[in-house]
């Protein structure tokens, strides 16, 4: 089946995500600097997952302008995707809310750890549809920033529970990652 659909749906749901950030951000009461300092925990937390909500966005694009058709299969992996991704709001709101205490920083990596392998699944059963010798299964090929990624998750929610601000530290750290532009289907799709 065509993959419009899919984009279309996908960057609706993420668009959503990101409204209801920052719709969930409260409006201090008073006009000087000084109104603005309590709130720098849920600011911080919101930018780093606008990063987050928009770094899946790109990567999902490219994914996608890979992909030539969807199946089934498909379709459910991208759901559980946007899964994940619909809890950052929830996530980010109560761990900026709570000045980064332990369990909020710890499930904010749980839910990035779910993102990130509900990604990978999602490559794999489009890489399954489309074959192993696919441009696209070429591009993923062994995804180590990916693993990178999933590795670093699961060593911060450890940390989260002994130094939450490393946790964080390292959460900004994948995403610094992230931030500079995954060429992989760029580069074989030019080919």
């Known amino acids: ?33 000084d109104v603005l ?9 919101y930018a780093l997952s606008f990063l987050y909500v928009g770094i899946y966005w790109n990567n999902h694009h490219h994914l996608l302008h890979a992909a030539k058709s969807i199946d089934g299969r ?16 929830f996530c980010s709101g109560w ?17 990035l750890l779910l993102a990130g392998v509900a ?14 010798d696919s441009a696209l299964a070429l591009a993923i090929g062994r995804d180590r920033k990916g693993m990178l990624s999933l590795v670093l998750y699961l060593f911060a929610i450890g940390l989260a529970f002994v130094h939450p601000a490393a946790a ?9 990652i992230w931030v500079i532009p995954d060429r992989r289907i760029e580069k074989q799709l030019g080919r």
Request: charged share 10%; net charge negative; aromatic share 12%.
């Open 74 to 89: 498909s379709l459910w992996a991208n759901l559980h995707l946007l899964f994940w991704l619909s809890l950052i709001p």
């Open 168 to 176: 964080f530290a390292i959460y900004v750290l994948v995403a610094a």
């Open 37 to 45: 300092w309590p709130l720098a925990p849920v600011l911080g937390s």
């Open 1 to 33: 089946m065509g993959k419009s659909r899919i984009e279309a749906f996908s960057d609706g749901v993420i668009a959503i995500i990101i409204t209801i950030m920052v719709l969930e951000m409260k409006v201090p009461h008073g006009s000087g600097m």
């Open 119 to 132: 990604y990978y699944v999602l490559c794999q059963s489009l890489i399954a549809h489309h074959g192993s």
């Open 95 to 111: 761990m900026g809310e709570n000045h980064f205490d332990t369990l909020p920083v710890a499930l904010y990596g749980v839910v």
